[in-house]
T-cell receptor, first 109, second 114 residues
Framework: EDKVVQSPLSLVVHEGDTVTLNCSYE??????LLWYKQEKKAPTFLFML????IEKKSGRLSSILDKKELFSILNITATQTGDSAVYLC?????????FGAGTRLTVKP | ETGVTQTPRHLVMGMTNKKSLKCEQH?????MYWYKQSAKKPLELMFV???????ENNSVPSRFSPECPNSSHLFLHLHTLQPEDSALYLC?????????????FGEGSRLTVL
């Protein structure tokens, strides 16, 4: 059965810390892996990864995919309170998009 | 104005009520989706419409009935729901249903069934 597992489920850090969020998957006919940030309601798109080893970067956020080991990480450097959110990992195959349960990140001042 | 708008944002209904959730996308997309998000559980795909045709129904109970009159509008009709149906219902759209692009989500409709 296809599955997407995120870890940790929750994480509390202080401003300025660097965090790494993990997403592992077992999905048939993999096409892409996506990261979303959900602050209150609507998840907002962060990255889409399709190839191994190519880092995607946007400001303090970066992500990379390992298709051999079937995982992705999302890094956030110099965290700020505005980074507090649930980070969702989703994996697309030929049929649908399967989401992980999310990692709840809390950044304290 | 966001690309995907959902109404109502909050809905409280009894188990015998009939209500509908509405989703409208202004992005020119051809695929629309309903997802259910319950506390501490992954987003669950409910329905997919691609070019107004339903292409996926993930074993959703018949008390949830989707309707897609055109590529820009999607409804979820609710009838005789159960308390366990209380959740955040998210609508999303994508360029098409071929899974080549990202999903754009609405703000969600928070449903409480009493």
């Amino acid at each position: 059965e296809d599955k997407v597992v995120q870890s940790p489920l929750s994480l509390v850090v202080h401003e300025g810390d660097t965090v790494t969020l993990n997403c592992s998957y077992e999905v048939t006919n993999f096409r892409s892996l996506l990261w979303y940030k959900q602050e209150k309601k609507a998840p907002t798109f962060l990255f889409m990864l399709t190839s191994s080893g190519i880092e995607k970067k946007s400001g303090r956020l970066s992500s990379i995919l390992d298709k051999k080991e079937l995982f992705s990480i999302l890094n956030i450097t110099a965290t700020q309170t505005g980074d507090s959110a649930v980070y969702l990992c989703a994996v697309k195959n030929n049929n649908d998009m399967r989401f992980g349960a999310g990692t709840r990140l809390t950044v304290k001042p | 104005e966001t690309g995907v708008t959902q109404t109502p944002r909050h809905l409280v209904m009894g188990m015998t009520n009939k209500k509908s959730l509405k989703c409208e996308q202004h992005l020119g997309h051809n695929a629309m989706y309903w997802y259910k998000q319950s506390a501490k559980k992954p987003l669950e795909l409910m329905f997919v419409y691609n070019f107004k045709e339903q292409t996926e129904n993930n074993s959703v109970p018949s008390r949830f009935s989707p309707e897609c009159p055109n590529s820009s509008h999607l409804f979820l009709h609710l009838h005789t729901l159960q308390p366990e149906d209380s959740a955040l219902y998210l609508c999303a759209s994508s360029q098409d249903g071929s899974n080549t692009g990202e999903l754009f989500f609405g703000e969600g409709s928070r449903l409480t069934v009493l």
